[in-house]
Each structure stands twice: as C-alpha cells, then as structure tokens.
C-alpha cells in the first residue's frame, strides 16, 4: 500500500519548513502538511531531550565544557541554547565548589559519573535524530509524488504470492 504524500503543489517553501522544524521539532512536518508525523515527531523528540535533562540535570548541556556533545544537542533547537543559557547563569552565579560539615545545601550542583553521561547521550540523541528528521522532511519535499505512470509491472513469478518453506514449486 503506497504511503499518503501530501500534495506539493501546495506546500510551503521547504527552506521555511527546515527552519521551523529546527526552532520546533516536529514543526516542519506539520507546516508541510503531515501534520500526524510532525506531532509524533515533535513530542517524541521533546520528551527525549526532556528525559535528558531529569536524568543529569541541567549540567548535561554545557557548552564550555562539552563543546562536541553541545554541538549534537542544539540541532534540538532553542531549548538546548535556552538550557545552556540557564546552566551557564547558574554557573557563574553558583560557583560549584565541596561541601563543608557547617555549609548549607548548594543552591545548584554539577552532576557527575554515568547520570551525567546518560543525561547528555539522551539530550544529544534528541538532536541529532531531530537532524534526522529535517532530512526526512527534506527527502519528502524534494521527491516528486509517485504517480500511476511510476508503477513498473515485476518480471518476478514470486510476486504478489506467499512462498512458504515446503513451496518449492
């Protein structure tokens, strides 16, 4: 069963469409006219790079520190920049520094070890399936729809019939 491609006649630029599926995930999908698979798009990748930043707090974006990790997760978008943003006030507001027996509770804390690592990995797959995804809409938008004239009758006898393991015929 062939897929349903939206009519290119009437789509928007696709330069516009790659853009606003970088600011939002999922937008470019939807501005195209595949308004299910942007959705799906869209909230899967947020909730990726969501589970990222619960799992190592905001620390797992940092571009000072993790320049080549920071560079797959603003291919999310604004929130990776939005994150890096806060994470870095907080890092000059709120110096990490350890802990004394008579000091209060840090206000803020780096995360560290295998919660850290998780925590970028997730934040940084969300970016870079969200590339993934700009490509996709990009394959989409420049593939001319199929047509009936497209279809090529198969020389294959096996075609259309379900060979099973004792059909040997």
């Known amino acids: 069963?062939?897929?349903?491609?939206?009519?290119?006649?009437?789509?928007?630029?696709?330069?516009?469409?790659?853009i606003a599926a970088w600011f939002v995930p999922g937008l470019g999908h939807y501005l195209f006219g595949e308004k299910?698979?942007?959705?799906?798009?869209?909230?899967?990748?947020?909730i990726l790079f969501t589970i990222g930043l619960l799992i190592g707090g905001i620390d797992v974006v940092d571009h000072r520190e993790d320049p080549l990790w920071f560079a797959g997760q603003v291919l999310i978008g604004p929130p990776s920049i939005?994150?890096?943003?806060?994470?870095?006030?907080?890092?000059?507001?709120?110096?990490?520094?350890?802990?004394?027996?008579?000091s209060p509770l840090p206000d803020y804390e780096v995360s560290v070890g295998r919660v850290n690592e998780l925590g970028t990995l997730y934040c940084t797959l969300a970016g870079v399936l969200n590339l993934l995804a700009i490509l996709d809409l990009f394959g989409r938008a420049t593939t001319p729809a199929p047509t009936a004239n497209d279809v090529v009758p198969s020389s294959d006898p096996l075609q259309?019939?379900?060979v099973t393991r004792g059909d040997h015929s």
């Open 36 to 46: 299910q698979r942007g959705l799906i798009v869209g909230i899967t990748l947020l």
């Open 160 to 162: 259309g019939r379900i």
């Open 82 to 102: 939005i994150v890096d943003a806060i994470h870095t006030h907080f890092d000059s507001k709120y110096p990490p520094s350890p802990p004394t027996p008579d």
């Open 1 to 18: 069963m062939p897929s349903k491609q939206p009519s290119h006649s009437n789509a928007p630029n696709i330069a516009l469409c790659c």
